[in-house]
């Protein structure tokens, strides 16, 4: 490529967004692997207002991308430290991606090397895929290397190391040799227009090692390098202040090639060469290309791809609920810290009533508000729902009939606005993950597994507790307990619906877990603790990993540190890693409901442009997962007089958790296929035990229940319909009563 070919490129104003660094507090019970921070986005800003940028080209990376998003960027005179108008910001990634997809590309304006003036327009690719992994290890490489767990194919935005770094995953590229000459390369595979680089530092517990400055080269071939240049003076892009926030740099001039290579100019003075890279690129018209044919993952589905503000989710709900008013309805189960209501739609033949025999089934995503994959997913579940209904698909109406469906796709919509606020490439890996008061909220429900398996220590069980449907401790309940409101709704609506099913949507990996997510033995950090029900969890997660389109995939690049691949894209979460007070732990133990979490992808924040894939990738498991809430058994438990009896336990012989029945007496029991001895008991009632048979083909088996009064539940009631007095009988009658009992000798 010549000098003169990128002279023909469209001029670009400097862009650089510094995103925050989230408040990464909380509770210390909580076994969390992610890494802690120990100082706010907001003093980190404080802090480089007081620093030189070490760039020679302008450096707007500090600018907060929300500000005045009306008002576009002036043109800039001649290149220096400083642009000319520093008061105008701009829109966010997400809000430039959705114009520049609208509005055609202008006609480049020509640009003098040695005047360096930008141009007022503006052009920004979307990553090209480091982090979502689209770009395959063989694709980078670099010019030295410490060690295999610290090469080319670790430099990847946003990767972890975990909390043991090893030789086989560590959270970056780190060069073998500390000097000007080492480089980072991306392989494009095809001609490419490069529009700007995101760095990030080393993911570590131990070490300080980021770039503070950079230089950018293009080739065609790998042998010829060209250097971007500020007028005859190779450009020098400011680089990281710290290793976790992620800071960009636009190109003034987009710049065409193969390969691109980024070449550390300085770095952390008491650190090393190290960093994490996303490219934005465009690829250019090659009808030809293999591996652009390979890897093209195109939908049909007529949705709306973008990512949603607060209000625009809200706006897409009513706007679904409009389409489609007859199975679908809009509530909210309570309001966030700041005051956000958690709103959910309902999607179902007659919504708003449960119906006798027709199970509840839920959806929820973004307890970590930073995870923002399943919370757009959810928007376009029901976006896909409402149309297949309508347009009269089989599978779809037979789901929302047979089925009461509850989709909340935000339930931490504060620590989504401020992800959204930054961007989807520029929030780091914490920020918004939290609730605004600091709280993790899926790993804020009471432990109950303690208090489960104390009581199976002391042998309490069934004696004096239930193996099922565990009490919540009183100091939960409290004021001053440490729960998000965002906690409590959730808990106040488990308790309302009888949900039977339930995925909670999370980010940042590719695996589906289920409990006991809290391992059995104290002190341990990570051990199998299978619950009595782990035959059947093990098919519900594999029934969602097993039709994703990566989850099982062997040749699927690891997300982080895990290969969870060769277990078929599920494990057990105390297997993972341990974690008290799980959504999951707690809705099987305080509820009939079996819950598990599906990391539904590597990248938490997905660039708008992967939506349509990532759609594609778990369209096909939000249904097949849907449709596993009618496996096993179902049925209604009556008394003699043919009315529901509410609260009945239902046990199957030879698991150690039983369920309840709900308001009407009838029940849902997940199961495999098998035979199954049953039993039905409620207070005050003689037991019944039944033969129930599960299939193999899809539909729960019907398996009713009538039990009676027992002798001693019938005088109580009468004592107390006689405010418990002794009942007065006959003399003849009560000599006739102690004559009898003399004969037969009591």
Partial sequence: MTRQRLSLLTPLALLGLLAGLADLSRASEDEDYYMQELLTREQYNQVQMLEKPVASIPDRSREHPSQNPGKKVAKGGRQTDKTTDDTKSVKTANKKAEKTKKSPLKTPNSISEGEGHYSALKQECPPMGLETLKIDDFQLHASTTKRYGLGAHRGRLNIQ???????????????????PLQWFEVDARRLTKFTGVITQGRSSLWSSDWVTSYKVMVSNDSHTWITLKNGSEDLIFSGNREKEIPVRNIFPVPVIGRYIRVNPRSWFNSGNICMRVEILGCPMPDPNNYYHRRNEVITTDNLDFRHHSYKEMRQLMKVVNEMCPNITRIYNIGKSHSGLKLYAIEISDNPGEHEAGEPEFRYTAGAHGNEVLGRELLLLLMQFMCQEYLSGNPRIRHLVEETRIHLLPSVNPDGYEKAFEVGSELSGWSLGRWSNDGIDIHHNFPDLDSILWEAEA??????????????????????????????????????????????NLQGGELVVTFPYDKTRTQGVSREPTPTPDDHVFRWLAFSYASTHRLMTDASQRVCHTEAFAKEDGTINGASWHTAAGSMNDFSYLHTNCFELSMYVGCDKFPHESELPEEWENNRESLLV???????GIRGVVR????????????????????????????YWRLLNPGEYRVTA??????????????????????????????????????????????????????????????????
């Avoid at 190391?161 to 000097?179: I, M, S």
């Avoid at 997962?625 to 496996?631: A, D, L, P, S, Y």
């Fill in 458 to 503: 002391k042998k309490w069980i069934p004696r004096k507790m239930f193996n099922h449907h565990v009490p919540i401790p009183e100091w939960y309940l409290s004021k001053n307990a440490s729960v998000a409101v965002e906690t409590r709704a959730l808990i106040a609506w488990m308790e309302k619906m009888p949900f039977v099913l339930g995925g």
């Fill in 625 to 631: 997962f849907m449709e596993q809430v009618h496996r």
């Fill in 681 to 746: 008991r409620a207070e005050g009632y003689s037991f019944a035990i039944k033969k129930c048979e599960v299939g193999y083909e899809m539909g729960a088996t019907r398996c009713d229940f009538v039990i009676g009064r027992t002798n001693l539940s019938r005088i109580k009631e009468i004592m107390e319909k006689f405010n418990k007095q002794p009942i007065r009988l006959p003399v003849r009658q009560l000599q006739a009563r102690r004559s009898r009992a003399r004969r037969l000798g009591t």
């Fill in 161 to 179: 190391a975990g909390l043991y770094e090893d030789d086989l995953y560590d959270g970056a590229w780190c060069a073998g040799r500390d000097d």
């Fill in 639 to 666: 008394d003699l007089q043919g009315r529901g009896i509410a609260n009945a336990i239902i046990s199957v012989e030879g698991i150690g958790h039983d369920i309840r029945t709900a308001a009407d007496g009838d």
